[in-house]
């Protein structure tokens, strides 16, 4: 026997080795890799400065999610056609000279009546001028001047009173200063509503082809009636026919009644 064996000791065997490594280390129990590892992942422990990283990248990833859904809100327009744009873009134009000759025709009003020699006969003319003007948009006094003829055909029975309305508000966008619909005056306060088959205009009852008489910029109200998936599209999609002719004198004589208010007068002495 060698000197080992002499000893009384002997060498361990595999179970002991495998044993031995899983054996008491001081008064706990050795953990193997695998649990060591998942123990210095779980809890997860943050330092301050790691927590600030993180909220910073959460605010800067919840801007990005603002500014991209802002963006694509703008996407009806990215994706129309130059052309499209540039009427867009000159409609916008015309409007604002619209409200620049608006103001500029009520300051030279103010000029005259702080220049005028009688200013009481000039503020009755300009009284009288806005009362005719007044009178135009409220349907109680007769126009003319140049405009459009819309003419709405129906054979197939498919026009609603909203497809009529639409074409009102797109007029108005455009400019259209008066208006009146198979010898209906519309005005601000008109309503549309389907009823019995026809189509009603403050109550009264009318029919098809209809009829359309618009005072304004010729320019400007042709084109607003024929953008893409404006109202003459809509028309033709539900098998009807539109068709719009300028002209430099339009007669728009349908009359409204004039209400007098039962409760409200005038302030001014």
């Known amino acids: 026997?060698?000197?080992?064996?002499?000893?009384?000791?002997?060498?361990?065997?595999?179970?002991?080795?495998?044993?031995?490594?899983?054996?008491?280390?001081?008064?706990?129990?050795?953990?193997?890799?695998?649990?060591?590892?998942?123990?210095?992942?779980?809890?997860?422990?943050?330092?301050?400065?790691?927590?600030?990283?993180?909220?910073?990248?959460?605010?800067?990833?919840?801007?990005?999610?603002?500014?991209?859904?802002?963006?694509?809100?703008?996407?009806?327009?990215?994706?129309?056609?130059?052309?499209?744009?540039?009427?867009?873009?000159?409609?916008?134009?015309?409007?604002?000279?619209?409200?620049?000759?608006?103001?500029?025709?009520?300051?030279?009003?103010?000029?005259?009546?702080?220049?005028?020699?009688?200013?009481?006969?000039?503020?009755?003319?300009?009284?009288?001028?806005?009362?005719?003007?007044?009178?135009?948009?409220?349907?109680?006094?007769?126009?003319?001047?140049?405009?459009?003829?819309?003419?709405?055909?129906?054979?197939?029975?498919?026009?609603e009173s909203d497809m009529l309305l639409d074409a009102i508000q797109e007029l108005r966008a455009a400019g259209a200063e008066a208006i009146q619909v198979n010898g209906v005056r519309v005005v601000a306060d008109s309503y549309f509503s389907d009823g019995g088959g026809s189509i009603e205009v403050d109550g009264k009852k009318i029919d098809a082809p209809y009829r359309f008489k618009v005072i304004g910029k010729p320019q400007d109200l042709e084109p607003a009636l024929n953008i893409p998936g404006g109202v003459v599209q809509t028309l033709e999609k539900e098998q009807a026919t539109a068709t719009v002719a300028r002209s430099e004198k339009i007669v728009v004589d349908a009359l409204r009644p004039v209400e007098r208010p039962d409760y409200a007068r005038s302030s001014s002495r």
């Open 1 to 159: 026997m060698d000197g080992a064996d002499r000893s009384g000791a002997r060498a361990p065997d595999a179970h002991e080795e495998e044993a031995g490594d899983a054996a008491p280390a001081g008064d706990g129990p050795r953990l193997t890799g695998r649990q060591r590892l998942a123990a210095g992942l779980w809890p997860p422990r943050f330092s301050r400065a790691q927590l600030i990283v993180a909220l910073l990248l959460f605010v800067l990833g919840l801007g990005l999610a603002i500014q991209v859904q802002s963006t694509s809100d703008n996407s009806a327009l990215r994706g129309a056609r130059q052309e499209d744009l540039v009427r867009i873009l000159d409609e916008l134009d015309d409007r604002t000279k619209r409200l620049e000759d608006e103001k500029q025709r009520l300051e030279d009003q103010r000029t005259e009546l702080e220049t005028s020699s009688d200013q009481a006969e000039e503020a009755r003319k300009q009284t009288r001028e806005k009362e005719r003007q007044l009178g135009i948009l409220a349907g109680t006094v007769a126009a003319q001047g140049p405009g459009i003829t819309l003419t709405i055909g129906d054979g197939a029975g498919a026009v």
